[in-house]
């Protein structure tokens, strides 16, 4: 009775898969469960295994792109006790006449088969699989991306040990193994999975299976016919030049034709490596050729160019395709204005001057302008609590708390983590939590819990010298202040012309639910509360 294996669904959006390379021959006995070849999808690679004891016998050759349902192979359960007997056929076939000599390579052929057999079914029944997949990271996160393994393929891991870094586009988080045995990477850094996706798989038990490996000879000896099941009858490789699917996305994105790239797959198939070393040489190459009909013109051209003009390209990481995503959004779903004013710091920076050193002594944490800015904001916060709101649908969701998000630039990106219930903190609190939040920024440890929430954001663009700018609400927010550089200005003052270090601030406003009345007072309020900060003690 013959079993027909059909290609299974692998993914709800995958509807077809590549066979990869087959680790069974044709006619080989194979058991229940043994792995049969990989399928190639164009996010992932799976494993086919054998539904049933019997002989194999192949219907698709690697490289061949089949449907989800197709048939694949089947396996003959009704052939698996005369599974030697075809090995001596051929040896009869080729000696008909000395029939005495026949059986002596018989038990020889038998003595090397059988022990390859028991050596690869012994680790098989005493191995078991464990499945890591992509684990929950966060209630909005549908997708991470893997940044870079720590262990290779085949290593052995021990319970809990770090694998790999997942990258999602607020945080990044460390992969623990869930079990000690041999490490099986299923997907390659840099690919993008779905939460619940396949990652790598642990071989619990392997480590005896690593002497199994040894029958290498076989594949030696079995050179020929993969060779022959890999080519066609006229001697040509199906697989040749034919790219895998996750090699096929990376050749597009370069712009690099498949028939260019030499492949060292099995049946000079083009892998993922290959492709990832793929140079996009051959787009200039045309240019030369096109230059000859017109050679007395860009031949001077040419030489004249000076320096290099050498072009780079690299993939956007998960959380700058958000920024980017995220921050069109707000251009296009908000009625975004940018409402400026000007504050005289003197009197902060005076206050600063006074009381720096002790507040230091006392607090361990430096005296910085952001306490101030945080306080003020969270008064005027209090006066005009549109600017502390959101729109949620048709409806308008009011806070009476204050979640300040402070935005912190780090080598990943602009992340913002938040300052919850900033209104009751006190000026040592909000800086011990403004440096430790950005410390954990830039050495990306923030969790996704302590990036989101926040009411209004502040932002401060003078630290790299900006004078002036108009910053991006930080959506769902309504509102966000920017700081900049403090520049001394002549400006009047009781009628006398002065020199003042001067802050230019900008509020940034979501005019669907804040009107250009509240905008400009809140800000003016905080000007207020800035220029004179004993207002802060008594809530002013």
């Not at 069974?24 to 006995?29: A, L, R, T, Y």
């Not at 204050?402 to 300052?419: E, K, M, N, T």
């Not at 940034?508 to 639910?513: E, G, L, V």
Request: with cysteine; charged share 20%.
């Amino acid at each position: 009775m013959a079993v027909d294996m059909k290609i299974p669904p692998v993914g709800e959006s995958i509807t077809e898969v590549t066979v990869g390379t087959w680790y069974k021959k044709e006619g080989d006995h194979v058991k229940m469960d043994d792995v049969l070849c990989g399928l190639d999808s164009d996010k992932a690679t799976f494993e086919l295994t054998a539904e049933a004891d019997g002989v194999l016998h192949i219907l698709a050759q690697e490289g061949d792109v089949l449907p989800i349902g197709a048939s694949i192979c089947t396996i003959d359960s009704d052939g698996s006790a005369p599974a030697p007997a075809p090995a001596a056929e051929p040896a009869k076939a080729e000696a008909p006449a000395p029939a005495t000599p026949a059986p002596q390579p018989t038990p020889a052929m038998q003595s090397v088969t059988e022990p390859a057999q028991a050596a690869v079914a012994a680790p098989a029944a005493a191995t078991s699989v464990i499945e890591m997949k992509v684990p929950a990271v966060g209630e909005s996160v549908t997708e991470v991306t893997i940044a870079s393994w720590s262990k290779k393929d085949g290593d052995q891991v021990a319970l809990d040990e770090v694998l790999c870094e997942l990258e999602s586009d607020k945080a990044t988080f460390e992969l623990p193994a869930e079990a000690a045995g041999t490490l099986r990477i299923v997907a390659q850094a840099g690919e993008t999975l779905p939460i619940g996706a396949l990652i790598a798989k642990i071989e619990v038990g392997a480590s005896a299976a690593a002497p199994a490996a040894a029958p290498a000879p076989q594949p030696a000896a079995s050179a020929p016919a993969a060779e022959a099941s890999a080519t066609g009858q006229n001697g040509t490789s199906y697989a040749a030049n034919y790219p895998s699917p996750a090699a096929a996305k990376i050749l597009d994105e370069k712009g690099v034709n498949a028939q260019q790239v030499q492949g060292t797959g099995v049946g000079g198939r083009i892998t993922k490596e290959d492709a990832m070393k793929a140079s996009p040489a051959p787009a200039p190459a045309p240019q030369p050729a096109a230059a000859k009909p017109a050679a007395p013109a860009p031949a001077p051209a040419a030489p004249a160019v000076p320096g290099s003009r050498n072009q780079r390209r690299e993939k956007m990481t998960s959380l700058r395709r958000t920024i980017a995503r995220r921050l069109v959004a707000v251009k296009n779903e908000t009625a975004m204005l940018t409402t400026f004013n000007e504050v005289d710091m003197k009197p902060i920076m005076d206050l600063r001057n006074k009381f720096k050193d002790k507040f230091k002594e006392k607090n361990g944490v430096g005296l910085g302008f952001m306490s101030f800015f945080t306080k003020a904001v969270c008064i005027a916060l209090k006066d005009f609590p549109a600017v502390n709101a959101q729109i949620d649908g048709d409806q308008m969701v009011f806070n009476d708390f204050c979640d300040i998000s402070i935005a912190v630039s780090s080598d990943r990106g602009l992340v913002v983590p938040v300052i919850r219930n900033a209104e009751q903190l006190s000026f040592a609190q909000i800086e011990k939590e403004v440096v430790r939040l950005a410390g954990l920024a830039r050495e990306n440890k923030l969790t996704i819990e302590q990036m989101t929430g926040g009411t209004f954001t502040i932002t401060n663009g003078g630290t790299f010298g900006s004078m002036l700018s108009t910053p991006i609400i930080n959506a769902p927010q309504s509102a966000i202040l920017g700081m900049h550089n403090i520049v001394e200005r002549a400006v009047v003052v009781n009628g006398e012309i002065v020199i003042r270090p001067i802050m230019y601030v900008a509020l940034s406003y979501d005019h669907r639910i804040i009107d250009g009345k509240e905008s400009v007072s809140f800000l003016v309020r905080v000007k207020q509360i800035l220029e004179d900060p004993t207002r802060i003690l008594f809530d002013m």
